[in-house]
């Protein structure tokens, strides 16, 4: 009797130690995620009478936006400047992570360290650097009128969609480059000495076994980087300007100086759904060229 109520023991035990390690990330998943989505969705359906969470339920708000060509035109933009920003960093961040996982050597955790070292300092901080580089007086500008390329500052880099393009590129690279490189690292190294036994040349060899098994951390790379800035707002507005507008400057600006909530509700739940049926394309595209080892 003792030895059966032994392993009961342990087994209820294993359950508790379990349950108290799974509790903190359940909780936070649950209040900072699930509440918060749903306390979104249903703000997006009151009606602003100036309080708190507004009153009576409608979906005005959405017709609002829906039928509005504004925001329309905004939501494009957006879509646009993200999948840019989107396209760039993983066509910049796939060389390095494909160094780092085959030709790096005793050098790899030197230059891992050195791509994770932007996050050491604050975003807020990486922006303004940029707008410094790219202001009319800046350093762009200067290094151009000493070299005799320039007469004159040019009013060009900044307050422009392709300042933002390239400062959101150059901020979220690291989370690009992480994801690929974990992918390049599994891909057994016994196929690449397969396909050069059977003759098969470095790009054929790239292109047949390295990119395809790789694609998984590349879809990755491609959803860290595009979530994110299809909803950033502090970006355009300290390096884009008027014209680089994007939504999450709408919705920020709807729970601020408008001081309507619902609307601004409204618009972050278009900008999920907008990423959701990104995420699902891309899930899709992922069972279609996925890793095939």
């Not at 309080?51 to 409608?58: D, K, P, T």
């Not at 390095?96 to 300092?121: M, N």
């Not at 580089?133 to 040019?154: K, Q």
Request: glycine residues 6%; positive net charge; charged residues 10%.
């Amino acid at each position: 009797m003792i030895n059966e109520g032994v392993p009961s023991r342990i087994f209820d035990r294993t359950r508790i130690f379990r349950g108290a390690m799974l509790s903190p990330g359940a909780i936070v998943t649950f209040v900072l995620v699930l509440f918060a989505v749903s306390l979104v969705v249903f703000l997006s359906f009151r009606i602003n009478d100036g309080s708190l969470l507004g009153a009576g339920i409608s979906v005005q708000n959405f017709a609002t936006v829906i039928s509005d060509p504004l925001y329309g035109l905004v939501v494009l933009r957006s879509l646009t400047i993200a999948g840019l920003v989107t396209l760039a960093t993983v066509v910049t961040a796939y060389p390095v992570a494909y160094y780092l996982a085959f030709y790096a050597g005793q050098r790899r955790s030197l230059i891992l360290f050195l791509v994770t070292l932007p996050f050491w300092t604050s975003y807020l901080l990486r922006v303004f650097a940029w707008k410094i580089v790219l202001a009319y007086n800046g350093v762009l500008n200067s290094a151009l009128m000493l070299s005799g390329l320039s007469s004159e500052p040019s009013t060009l880099f900044l307050n422009t969609p392709s300042a933002v393009v390239l400062t959101l590129a150059h901020a979220y690279a690291p989370f690009a480059i992480l994801p690929i490189f974990v992918a390049l690292q599994t891909i057994p190294r016994s196929l690449v000495e397969a396909a050069a036994d059977l003759g098969a040349r470095p790009f054929t060899t790239f292109r047949r076994v390295i990119l395809p098994n790789s694609m998984p951390g590349v879809l990755s790379a491609a959803v860290v980087v595009f979530v994110p800035t299809v909803g950033d707002y502090v970006t355009p507005a300290l390096i884009g300007g008027p014209t680089s507008t994007m939504i999450g400057s709408l919705v920020q600006a709807q729970f601020g100086k408008a001081n309507d909530w619902p609307f601004g509700a409204a618009l972050a739940v278009m900008v999920m759904l907008v990423i959701l049926a990104v995420v699902l394309v891309v899930r899709q595209a992922d069972r279609l060229f996925g890793s095939r080892t």
